[in-house]
């Protein structure tokens, strides 16, 4: 699901991306893996055919089982920038690490949102700090992690303080985001070992702890 206030528009990094069309404060969850983005089993991918397949790659969101799925609403159009204003590191969600003004590009970090080894991606931001080859490695690298968890640690606080477009399907679906809500200032403190990468199944029906025992 994606946050309001965002358009599809032509971008220079790639045929189209996303970009802001009103002011998305720092702290603000932007998009997250839930029940409406469609998926397809690590069987069903076995199955669809080469030029689907390829589309499906390049859009779609390899995850730790080996099923993808596509963000839904459009979201899936998120381009990388090597200096991304969404990041998502450690977290189910992905968080604005600064204020996005109108007219900006909404960017996020692909190596962090990719479980598929070997993948490569030859990377267009041409900012100063380019990687120039984003990988499923990078993503791992502890090094790069850090960083990454720094800028999110730095607008942590202000996830309680600003207004979530989607707070009511994060809430449900994410510990993390009700961790930080009760408090939790750091990725740390917040993290439940669920990714963008790992996201708890979002499900219709909700067992009961007691259903869970039976
Ligand atoms: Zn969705
Ligand atoms: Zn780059």
Redesign the pocket.
């Known amino acids: 699901?994606?946050t309001t206030g965002i358009d599809i528009r032509p971008s220079t990094t790639d045929n189209v991306g996303l970009f802001a069309t009103e002011p998305i404060p720092a702290g603000t969850v932007v998009?997250?893996?839930?029940?409406?983005?469609p998926t397809w089993s690590a069987g069903e991918l076995d199955a669809v055919p080469a030029d689907r397949f390829g589309l499906l790659d390049k859009y779609g969101h390899l995850l730790t089982d080996g099923s993808l799925?596509l963000?839904?609403?459009g979201?899936f159009l998120m381009n990388h920038s090597c200096e991304a204003n969404v990041l998502d590191t450690g977290l189910d969600f992905g968080l604005a690490v600064r204020d996005i003004a109108p007219g900006d590009e909404v960017t996020c970090d692909y190596a962090t949102f990719t479980e598929d080894e070997g993948w490569s991606m030859t990377c267009n931001c041409g900012l100063p700090g380019c990687r120039g080859a984003i990988t499923t490695e990078q993503g791992h690298d502890p090094e790069l992690r850090a960083r990454l968890t720094a800028r999110i640690d730095a607008v942590l606080p202000r996830v309680a303080e600003v207004d979530q477009p989607l707070h009511d399907?994060v809430s449900s679906v994410s510990r993390a985001y009700a961790r930080v809500r009760q408090g939790a200032t750091t990725v740390a403190q917040a993290g439940t070992g669920t990714t963008v990468c790992s996201p708890p199944r979002p499900r219709a029906h909700r067992p009961t702890e007691h259903e869970v025992l039976k």
Do not use: D, S, T
């Not at 998009?31 to 983005?37: E, R, S």
């Open positions: 699901m994606l998009w997250l893996p839930c029940a409406k983005c799925l963000p839904c609403m979201a399907v």
